[in-house]
């Protein structure tokens, strides 16, 4: 395996198996008008409690849409590095092109295309507390393939609709008016990836990305028909592969909708496999609230019976923590929501405290 980078290899208990575990099922859910609203929503609900993922069809998003979107990504992608370098991401524009980002400090066997939905989108500039500067973040679109630029704009258009449903859709799920979360969103900090995970030579040892749970609120993933996605199976913790679904979208809950729904729901961890003959695409949309968000449990879902599980975090800290781990290999832990668990002692304290104390 000389020519596999050390960088890329995990650590033997999280490299992938050798058996593929075919999902007997995520649930798939049919978004067509004609079905029941009140059917719906017993659906999401109980996809998303116990499995925290699952796929739509009929979904209203035109696959002309779509279509136009991998294309334009494949084209992308197969030029030069050094041209795909002109639109590179850096720590100043977190936005472009990047092909070494981490995931819990091993490298992923992917490259990636990143551009924000809101223009520009306001984030905080640093994860230290103190510092309150915030941050424009523009997109970065290359002059190659020129129809990219339009092909994503145009196709976030849709998806945004699509994402507005759901979150009306899961706010009634748990017992709340369907609007009750679109106030999050109004400053969104949603982002989009065009995923590209070419053939690897040693597709045992890598990842295209590394076990992790998304750490925004809700995704809405696009895969192509090759696959790879595995998902963790809340039942026994068992690797499930998602066998694609033409023109479905995979969609989970993310961390905050897990945080906002006080554990009801929760954010379920997953990876994506490689294999050495086909590359694949995938294009999530990260759905973000405003970075001025504190996310704690919504307090209509606490009582006293049933407390509050976190401590409010200010997402945009949580958000410029994580950019930074992803960005360069760190020799500390990622920070993860169970930092803000009121019951847990596992703390990054330097981090979490200050992050804690933001006050907006
Ligand atoms: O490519 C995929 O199927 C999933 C990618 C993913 O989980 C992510 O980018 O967060
Ligand atoms: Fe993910």
Redesign the pocket.
Known sequence: MGQVDPTFIQELEHRPKPVVIEAQGIPQIDLSPSVPIQELVDQIHDACKNWGFFQVINHGVPIESREKVQKAAKRFFDQTTEEKRKVKRDEANPLGYYDTEHTKNVRDWKE?FDFVVEVPTLMSASYEADDDEITEYRNQWPHHPSELREACEEYVKDVQKLSNKLLELISLSLNLPAKRLEPFFKDQTTFV?L?H?PPCLAPDLAL??GR?K?AGAL?I?A?DDVG??EVKRKTDGEWIF?KPTPNAF?INVGDIIQVWSNDTYESVE???RVNSTRE?F?I?F?ANPAHYTMVEPLPELTNAQNPPKYKAYNWGKFFATRKRSNFKKLDVENIQIYHFKKSDERKIDDVVSRIENVVI
């Open positions: 990636v990836r995923n995970y295209g990305v992790h998304d995704t993933l895969q790879g996605l998602v995979i997953h990876r994506v694949r995938s999530p990260f």
